[in-house]
């Protein structure tokens, strides 16, 4: 179990806090020494912010986690308009560093594809763990590149529970109040239950969004500036798998690597169909991720990869304007 502090400590081990590692939303993360010599990163919660529902939704989710692709949380603190979490350092950061260029100009974009494919492996082993290696069924329902860390040696370790839902195991739907999630990423049923209910297929599909952004390396929802701009994100990828293209038109790549991301490419394909039952369990994507090429299917196109769906334009559009965007595409 992760050990309390107190905040007097969680500043004496932060070295008042002068070691800043990242930022995200209305959290700072500081990298920080134990009294032992271990690197952890040090999390700390903006006071002004909730009443510390997703504090306790986190501490309560990961603790009940072991899981060499899941972080570790070793030590919390709980004080009054004063919280923080105590996770294992990780060296190389999140995952969207390395694959997002126009946030981060020295992104290294250019994993080699064994590195890739074991990335992709380790996040889904770490999902089907969550979904069914526990006690209790654990939703985490934020998919996505910021959440996903990386050690030295690039092992990925899924992070931030904070929106994550623990249900019995043999739950296969679960009841949650309003969206979940992060534009992009989040399934249609969790934007809108007529697509039927949310369950551990709605993580799922923000995998396959996610692997399929690795491979694009590219926002999923970012139509600018490339030559998919007048294409949904999906069917750029479906057009170029359709067409043989190695979907980074890299002239170096070997057929042994083009297999490799054909295969990624598929299976993701298939996690992101609109129905939840037409997409595979975690324990099934792993299947096939390891398996030969000529084991997986070519998925259908997803609904949501509509020719007939105008291209989102984010940078103007709020974040209600892209929900009702897909709320009203969904449907038709």
Known sequence: MPRR??????????????????QGGYRLVYKASLSDGRQVAVKVINESKGNGEEFINEVASISRTSHMNIVSLLGYSYEVNKRALIYEFMSKGSLDK????????????????????????????????????????????????????????????ISDFGLAKICQRKDSIVSILGTRGTIGYMAPEVINRAFGGVSYKSDVYSYGMLMLEMIGGRKNYDTGGSCSSEVYFPDWIYKDLEQGNTLLNCLTISEEENDMVRKITLVSLWCIQTKPSDRPPMDKVIEMLLGSLSSVSYPPKPVLSSPERPPLQVSNMSSSDLYETNSITVSK
């Open 98 to 157: 390395f694959i997002y260029k126009s946030e981060f100009p020295n992104a290294i974009c250019d994993f080699d594809w064994n590195t890739l494919f074991q990335i992709a492996i380790g996040i889904a082993r770490g999902l089907e763990y969550l979904h069914n290696g526990c006690s209790s069924r654990i939703l985490h329902l934020d998919i996505k590149p910021q959440n996903i860390l990386l050690d030295e040696d690039f092992c990925p370790k």
């Open 5 to 22: 502090y107190s905040y007097t400590e969680v500043k004496r081990i932060t070295n008042s806090f002068q070691d800043k590692f990242g």
